[in-house]
Every structure is written in structure tokens, then in C-alpha cells.
């Protein structure tokens, strides 16, 4: 059982460039979401789905774009990448949609954009 | 805004005593709270959670306790082990699934 798998695990982007981060999940969850992770931050929301063919923004949408056509899948494309989106990023499922939920975390990607 | 707020970076224990995590939040809406344990170029994991009508809620070595009135809930591990060296992560949800994480605390629980 791989439970949430995120590909690339490293990634070095220039300015302007766009990219896809990859987000797999093989537990059948509705509920799957985007986190980055800074120092002194903690984990900020980005977006997140409740389903197939619905998203929705968390706290730092900004620069950030979803799609989720499958349950399995919910990749995070970077439209055009800033030194700020320097971080590494966790995709999570969790099996229901509602508070107190169990989020299953991917491995991250840390993602450098020079 | 910072809605989940943990005070101390870092923690450092003696293996075999207890270990005290504390979170603060200052959102009345959320109603779950959740521990989550890092290592190392892993993903978080999840390791106890409370909802906001209980004030305890015990796993094994895992206690989580949560005042309302204060805003406040603490994680304490007893006893601590190697093992437990990890930086974790308070989080608090309300019904719309917006989870919301502390910054962490690293804990190194001595041999």
C-alpha cells in the first residue's frame, strides 16, 4: 500500500519557469490538499478538494493552481515560479471531509526556484 | 495571521522523563485539534487528536489536554524515548476541513 505519493522529490526551477508537482493517492479518499512548508512557518494550507472536480483555496492560493479529474490525483501546478515558492511541498488525503480528519502526508518535494 | 501558534522552537529531554508540548490558538471556531509527528525529510504523521467537547485524550504514552477557556492544548509524552526525537506539529481544524498548523517544536529526547 504506497498511501499518498508525490513526485518530484527534488526540483530546481528558474524564475518564470512553470512546473507541475505531482500528488497520487491509493486509498480511495475524497479529501485531498496542498501544503508548503517554510521555516517558523509550519505547514500552510494552499488548496485543497473535497472530491472529484471540486477545489477550492486554503491560506496561500496565490501563484498556485489545482485540478483534481480522478480521486487518485490532485497535481499542484506553479504558473510561473518566484524565488518565494522556494519550500517544500506535502500533498495529504484523508478519508472524510470534515474536522478532526487524519491527514495522510506524502514524502514532499522541496522545491528551489533561483 | 498565525492562528496556531507554538512558543518553543525547541525541546530537550532525558529519555524516561516526560515531555511537554504546548499549542495555542486564538480561532474560536475550530472545534479538532490534532498532534502530528515530523522526521526528517519525511511527511508528517498523524498522532493523537481531540475534539473540543473532551478535555483529554489518551494514546499509550500520549496524553493530549485541551483548555478551552484558555485557548491551549499540550501534548505530553511519558515516558520519552529516542524514538521520539521528531518535531511536532499542532494543528487545528473547524468543520470546513481548513486545517491550520502551529510551527513546530523539535524534540530531543536524550539517551
Known amino acids: 500500500n504506497a498511501g499518498v505519493t508525490q513526485t518530484p522529490k527534488f526540483q530546481v526551477l528558474k524564475t518564470g519557469q512553470s512546473m507541475t508537482l505531482q500528488c497520487a493517492q491509493d486509498m480511495n479518499h475524497e479529501y485531498m490538499s496542498w501544503y508548503r512548508q517554510d521555516p517558523g512557518m509550519g505547514l500552510r494550507l494552499i488548496h485543497y478538494?473535497?472530491?472529484?472536480?471540486?477545489?477550492d483555496q486554503g491560506e496561500v492560493p496565490n501563484g498556485y493552481n489545482v485540478s483534481r479529474s480522478t480521486t487518485e490525483d490532485f497535481p499542484l501546478r506553479l504558473l510561473s515560479a518566484a524565488p518565494s515558492q522556494t519550500s517544500v511541498y506535502f500533498c495529504?488525503?484523508?478519508?472524510?471531509?470534515?474536522?478532526?480528519?487524519?491527514?495522510?502526508f506524502g514524502q514532499g518535494t522541496r522545491l528551489t526556484v533561483v | 495571521d498565525q492562528q496556531v501558534k507554538q512558543n518553543s522552537p525547541s525541546l530537550s529531554v532525558q529519555e524516561g522523563r516526560i515531555s511537554i508540548l504546548n499549542c495555542d490558538y486564538t480561532?474560536?471556531?475550530?472545534?479538532?485539534f490534532l498532534w502530528y509527528k515530523k522526521y526528517p525529510a519525511e511527511g508528517p504523521t498523524f498522532l493523537i487528536s481531540?475534539?473540543?467537547?473532551?478535555d483529554k485524550n489518551e494514546d499509550g504514552r500520549f496524553t493530549v489536554f485541551l483548555n478551552k477557556s484558555a485557548k491551549h492544548l499540550s501534548l505530553h509524552i511519558v515516558p520519552s524515548q529516542p524514538g521520539d526525537s521528531a518535531v511536532y506539529f499542532c494543528?487545528?481544524?473547524?468543520?470546513?476541513?481548513?486545517?491550520?498548523f502551529g510551527a513546530g517544536t523539535r524534540l530531543t529526547v536524550k539517551p
Open positions: 494543528a487545528a481544524s473547524a468543520t470546513n476541513n481548513d486545517m491550520r
Open positions: 481531540i475534539s473540543s467537547i473532551k
Open positions: 495529504a488525503s484523508s478519508a472524510i471531509s470534515g474536522a478532526g480528519a487524519e491527514a495522510f
Open positions: 478538494s473535497v472530491g472529484a472536480g471540486i477545489t
Open positions: 480561532n474560536s471556531m475550530f472545534d479538532y
